[in-house]
């Protein structure tokens, strides 16, 4: 089992950046798809962008293609989500996931494939 403690939250301006970032307990983070997902008030929780446990395969939600960059970095077990051109949509409280399958070479796609979750950050963007 591992544990996701998030961090890197905050107020953020339009057109700005901000970088969370993820820390993973344990010695088997490299076996770990790892996801970043995000929950706005009244709204479910949606995928961001994730990153598969080899070859670092990427899937991102269309909606941060260009602006956002998921990266991990397996020897400080931390998952990365660079957020740069930050629009007020992207307000909301953003989640850690983790999951283990090694049969799985692709990046994952939905909350209901992540078996370990952050406690969230809030990340608020002001226009």
């Known amino acids: 089992q591992v544990q996701l403690v998030e961090s890197g939250g905050g107020l953020g301006q339009a057109g700005g950046s901000l970088r969370l970032s993820c820390a993973a307990s344990?010695?088997?983070?490299?076996?770990?798809?790892m996801g970043w997902f995000r929950q706005a008030p009244g709204e479910e929780r949606d995928v961001v962008a994730t990153i598969s446990w080899i070859d670092s395969n990427t899937y991102y939600v269309d909606s941060v293609k260009g602006r956002f960059t998921i990266s991990r970095d397996n020897a400080k077990n931390t998952v990365y989500l660079q957020m740069n051109n930050l629009k007020p949509e992207d307000t909301a409280v953003y989640y850690c996931?983790?999951?283990?399958?090694?049969?799985?070479?692709?990046?994952?796609?939905?909350?209901?494939?992540?078996?370990?979750w952050g406690q969230g950050t809030q990340v608020t963007v002001s226009s």
């Open positions: 344990g010695s088997t983070f490299h076996n770990y798809h």
């Open positions: 996931a983790g999951k283990i399958d090694r049969t799985q070479l692709r990046a994952l796609m939905w909350a209901h494939e992540f078996d370990y």
